[in-house]
DNA sequence: GTCTATAGGTAGATAGAC
DNA sequence: GTCTATCTACCTATAGAC
């Protein structure tokens, strides 16, 4: 008698069942997949994936938890000791953004994640309603921090450049990455970053 | 005995369910709403409303077809005469992606719509697939071609319009409609249509 | 034009064997 | 740790009565 499942330690297997999560759930969203379907991809059945997360709820938030995990620690690279001062020009904010355009675009997968997610997750029903909520708005306040030396309404600055990294970022998945993230957001954040000046 | 069901012309049961499908798919996407639901909210059975569409996805794209039909017009009225004969002003350019933007902000619930049929949409096998990705190519061509009285790569400039409306629309969406879509649509669009200059 | 009834499928989750 | 078997719920779609 052949062994048709293979055995695995417990965080082996959760690690191989996240990364293939990323995948499966930024193609299909929370609600389109299946944890069936997650289950074939890892080549185990839907109980035994269930042994591990409990249920499809609880692997979504350890989904969101392991990547917030990761990216706390690259985030914080790329803020460097600026964060911890203020940056102190205008070129710097630039680098910074740049570094974090740079790092979605070695993943494609994770903004389709949250793209997927943070539309599915404006109903307020929906497990990462809250999550996204939160996310949102302390991105929204770091964001403005990050850029008060550059102009006299951050707040609105920092909406401005949310608005268009989102909007590039999945701009460039739809365009099955045909055209140079980096090279376009440098062209946008000019734009964005340009101090004020008279109209044309 | 009592009528349990309210009879309709044929049109006008049409309409309303349209109407309907508009908000439930917004809410829950393609996949994650169901023709049960969408039916107990216009008073009907589901199979009473599959009378009139056949399939699931006949009604979705009974959906985008009738919101095409009815953008068409308003779209050509937004560009006006400017449209036959090239904006001969970025002025003129402001004032178009103006009206699109107030258009839009009326009517949040198309932006809903098809923020969340569009990231649905990436996966090749939705049935919207075909759909956006015509759309948006149109709507490519269509902004370069309105932009190139303005910078010497209205390729590019086109791009950073979508990107930054997009991502606009849908954080005013995220953020409950909190801040003024039009008002910072204005300052942000100041920015990316001004001339190129120097850097600071 | 709308209903009831039902077919046939798939979903998430649990129980218990190994 | 993983499986098989099973429960319950819900889904889309069709058939046929009214």
Request: glycine content about 6%.
């Amino acid at each position: 008698m052949t062994r048709t499942h293979v055995r695995m330690s417990k965080d082996d297997r959760r690690a191989l069942i996240l990364t293939a999560a990323v995948e499966i759930i930024g193609d299909n969203g929370f609600r389109g997949f299946s944890i069936k379907d997650l289950a074939v991809r890892c080549e185990m059945t839907d109980a035994g994936l269930l042994h591990h997360f409990g249920s499809k709820t609880a692997l979504l938030m350890a989904v969101l938890d392991e990547r917030d995990r990761q990216d706390e620690i690259a985030i914080a690279a790329a803020l460097g000791d600026e964060a911890g001062h203020d940056p102190r020009s205008p070129e710097a904010v630039r680098q910074i953004l740049r570094m974090l355009v740079q790092r979605n675009g070695d993943r494609p997968e994770f903004i389709r994640l949250y793209a997927m997610l943070r539309v599915e997750a404006i109903a307020p029903d929906h497990p990462a309603h809250e999550y996204f909520r939160l996310r949102d708005a302390a991105a929204h306040r770091m964001f403005a921090r990050l850029v008060h030396v550059i102009g006299d309404d951050p707040d609105s600055l920092a909406r401005q450049i949310l608005a268009a990294l989102d909007g590039l970022e999945l701009q460039w998945l739809r365009d099955q990455q045909a055209f140079d993230l980096v090279g376009e957001w440098d062209k946008l954040a000019d734009k964005l970053l340009r101090p004020t000046g008279p109209r044309e």
